[in-house]
T-cell receptor, first 114, second 113 residues
Framework: GNSVTQMEGPVTLSEEAFLTINCTYTATGYPSLFWYVQYPGEGLQLLLKATKADDKGSNKGFEATYRKETTSFHLEKGSVQVSDSAVYFCALSERLRNDYKLSFGAGTTVTVRA | GAGVSQSPSNKVTEKGKDVELRCDPISGHTALYWYRQSLGQGLEFLIYFQGNSAPDKSGLPSDRFSAERTGGSVSTLTIQRTQQEDSAVYLC???????????FGSGTRLTVV
């Protein structure tokens, strides 16, 4: 079945540091790939997505590129802020009738210190 | 409503008791999903509703878990005879048909003592 493996945390960084969270996937077909973020005390929010190979998703300074050859979708940000402290989840979509369900990685907790 | 609303936000229950968790999706969203977020294990798909079709229950972990959706809107997830391993955050999401506009609620944190 489809699955997602992401880098284990927790990750602690200083402000303005470079952040990378690795994500690899196993899937049949060509799923869409997502990064979701969960800020403290809040619900899951879509951060970015990519729907086909070589697509780059970007939002709030974060980027991730859909790499079919390495089955990866690593999340990067060049200069993190304290407000980026959150749990980050990599996910892929699986077709479910006319909709899709999401298969998530275990989540990576990121803490950014001032 | 403006977002997906879940209640209660926190629930502590004794082992063996039944609990009901409620989800009120975004108005007009025909698809509704339940997920479970266990510590260190990411999110696990539980069940999916689409309109008046029979739900996809393939993710329910045992027959103690059930869910219903009344009138194509509000959904209730019921856990019977709760066990300690049921402790988790239960998340509801809704979307327009076709998977567009997938939105999560803030979840219900269930603690079984």
């Amino acid at each position: 079945g489809n699955s997602v493996t992401q880098m284990e945390g927790p990750v602690t960084l200083s402000e303005e540091a470079f952040l990378t969270i690795n994500c690899t996937y196993t899937a049949t077909g060509y799923p869409s790939l997502f990064w979701y973020v969960q800020y403290p005390g809040e619900g899951l929010q879509l951060l970015l997505k990519a729907t086909k190979a070589d697509d780059k998703g970007s939002n709030k300074g974060f980027e991730a590129t859909y790499r079919k050859e390495t089955t990866s979708f690593h999340l990067e940000k060049g200069s993190v802020q304290v407000s980026d402290s959150a749990v980050y989840f990599c996910a892929l979509s699986e077709r479910l009738r006319n909709d899709y369900k999401l298969s998530f990685g275990a989540g990576t907790t990121v803490t950014v210190r001032a | 409503g403006a977002g997906v609303s879940q209640s209660p936000s926190n629930k502590v229950t004794e082992k063996g008791k039944d609990v009901e968790l409620r989800c009120d999706p975004i108005s007009g969203h025909t698809a509704l999903y339940w997920y479970r977020q266990s510590l260190g294990q990411g999110l696990e798909f539980l069940i999916y509703f689409q309109g008046n079709s029979a739900p996809d229950k393939s993710g329910l972990p045992s027959d103690r878990f059930s869910a219903e959706r009344t009138g194509g809107s509000v959904s209730t997830l019921t856990i019977q005879r709760t066990q300690q391993e049921d402790s988790a955050v239960y998340l509801c999401a809704s979307s327009l048909s076709g998977g567009k506009g997938y939105t999560f609620g803030s979840g219900t944190r269930l603690t079984v003592v």
